[in-house]
């Protein structure tokens, strides 16, 4: 057997998500139908982590057990030309038999994109949410300056989470300005269901003025997903990149 890794891209706008699940229709679900296709194997994907449904990668990391000797350099291709528009292979390798995309993970970055125009940029509107409200970003990113490190995120996780710890490591967060669109890119060593959209809900009640910074501090020590803002639209979201050791 062989453990192939890849490095795909797709737009989550089509999709329920990117795990297999009854209702059908994942990201998951396409990839394996044209592994299937391409080698006639039935093969069960790891991913890096979930992605709701409506959110997008850039970089997701999947692998996958076979036994095909499809060489490595031309998995990508091969499978490129089986896929629909809106899921890219970008690239593959060979690595380890006890590699595992989520639990080899050392870092995750997430981009979160937010159009601040009084009117939407309708070449974005399905990767940006449409906020035409004035933000005061200085307080929005001294706001966010104290979410780095590591915390107890409860307040900033749904209330559907099945995690034995909501303790994460806020490893980096930066809110970039341009013409009128924000991104958030924020990086950790692991991230909680709805983690980033919720901490982009929050943020934005303090752009408007209705939450301060020691308003957020008191949110992150409250252990309480109730004392936290709404969770932001699942379209401004994207899994921008995953880091390994290698």
């Known amino acids: 057997m062989r453990n192939i890794r890849m490095v795909i891209s797709y737009v989550g706008t089509s999709y329920h998500g990117f795990q297999t699940q009854p ?10 139908q044209a592994i299937v296709v391409l080698t006639g194997e039935k093969v069960n994907i790891t991913a890096s982590g979930r992605t709701d449904a409506g959110v997008h ?48 993970a050392k870092r ?18 399905y990767y940006r949410f449409h906020y035409p409200m004035p933000l005061r970003l200085p307080e929005m990113r001294a706001a966010l300056a ?11 996780a749904s209330q559907r989470s099945t995690k034995r710890t909501h303790t994460r490591t806020v490893i980096s967060a930066r809110l970039d300005e341009s013409e009128g669109k924000l991104d958030l890119f924020i990086t950790g060593d692991g991230f909680l269901y709805n983690m980033v959209r919720i901490i982009v809900g929050t943020l934005l009640r303090v ?3 209705k939450w301060n910074v020691d308003d ?10 109730t004392k936290a803002g709404p969770t932001a639209m699942a379209h401004g ?8 050791d290698d």
């Open 57 to 104: 990668a850039r970089g997701q990391v999947i692998n996958f057990l076979t036994s095909s000797p499809i060489p490595v350099h031309r998995w990508a291709l091969a499978l490129n030309s089986r896929l629909p528009d809106d899921i890219s292979v970008l690239r593959a390798d060979e690595v380890p038999l006890d590699f595992h995309a989520s639990y080899s």
């Open 207 to 209: 752009g408007e003025g």
């Open 216 to 225: 957020v501090v008191r949110i992150l020590a409250a252990k309480d997903r």
């Open 146 to 156: 104290k979410l780095v490190g590591q915390h107890d995120f409860t307040s900033f």
């Open 237 to 244: 979201l994207m899994l921008w990149e995953v880091e390994y």
């Open 23 to 32: 209702i059908g229709n994942t990201v998951q679900d396409v990839l394996e």
């Open 108 to 125: 995750k970055t997430y981009r979160y994109s937010i159009d601040t125009n009084k009117f939407a940029d309708i070449f974005e509107r």
